[in-house]
T-cell receptor
Framework: RKEVEQDPGPFNVPEGATVAFNCTYS??????FFWYRQDCRKEPKLLMS?????NEDGRFTAQLNRASQYISLLIRDSKLSDSATYLC???????????WGAGTKLIIKP | DAGVTQSPTHLIKTRGQQVTLRCSPK?????VSWYQQALGQGPQFIFQ???????QRGNFPDRFSGHQFPNYSSELNVNALLLGDSALYLC???????????????FGEGSRLTVL
């Protein structure tokens, strides 16, 4: 089992719709969680950190479920510019090394 | 305020050759991490440098080595290149938080290496 797993997609979603995807992690000792966004052939950029209480930033909401060991990302009122690959990042083990998922590709259609 | 800069942006090598990639971190950052990203995959952690020392290392062979200079810039060296080393090599800068995971990594645009 991979340490961090994501549905590779692609998720094809009409503009204006709401889309959500999850990321599961295997290490119950993981402490920090992040969502990064990566546009095609570009570098990853931090989208948001994921806190235990969940957090919201505009149209984006991230949540953590420690019991089931997954984090989620919800995008409301999706825009064409949201098309990208969304990477889940989790700290693994005692050395706090960052473990990256392979990403979920999102395509927003007009 | 300069962000993370990497060079070269693209390069082509043949099997068995050696390559050196360079990275200048974001102004004010003191920690550099290197990642390998194969097509369709997430970034894989290679190693991290702080105060000119390798602080953490991922599951990469000794063919991958690095260095950090007093000005915080860094180099990644790969010896005896294999076809499987073809990938995007990303440099990320951050502030050092000791054993704590960095809050945010700032990435350069990467160096795309093709091994023929």
């Amino acid at each position: 089992r991979k340490e961090v797993e994501q549905d590779p997609g692609p998720f094809n979603v009409p503009e204006g719709a709401t889309v959500a995807f999850n990321c599961t992690y295997s290490n119950s000792a993981s402490q920090s969680f992040f969502w990064y966004r990566q546009d095609c052939r570009k570098e990853p950029k931090l989208l948001m950190s994921v806190y235990s209480s969940g957090n919201e930033d505009g149209r984006f909401t991230a949540q953590l479920n420690r019991a089931s060991q997954y984090i989620s990302l919800l995008i409301r009122d999706s825009k064409l510019s949201d098309s990208a690959t969304y990477l889940c990042v989790v700290t693994g083990g005692s050395n706090y090394q960052l473990i990256w998922g392979a990403g979920t590709k999102l395509i927003i259609k007009p | 305020d300069a962000g993370v800069t990497q060079s070269p942006t693209h390069l082509i090598k043949t099997r068995g050759q050696q390559v050196t990639l360079r990275c200048s971190p974001k102004s004010g950052h003191d920690t550099v991490s290197w990642y390998q990203q194969a097509l369709g995959q997430g970034p894989q952690f290679i190693f991290q440098y702080y105060e000119e020392e390798e602080r953490q290392r991922g599951n990469f062979p000794d063919r991958f080595s690095g260095h950090q200079f007093p000005n915080y810039s860094s180099e990644l060296n790969v010896n005896a290149l294999l076809l499987g080393d073809s990938a995007l090599y990303l440099c990320a800068s951050s502030l050092w938080f000791g054993t704590l995971a960095p809050g945010e990594l700032f990435f350069g645009e990467g160096s795309r290496l093709t091994v023929l």
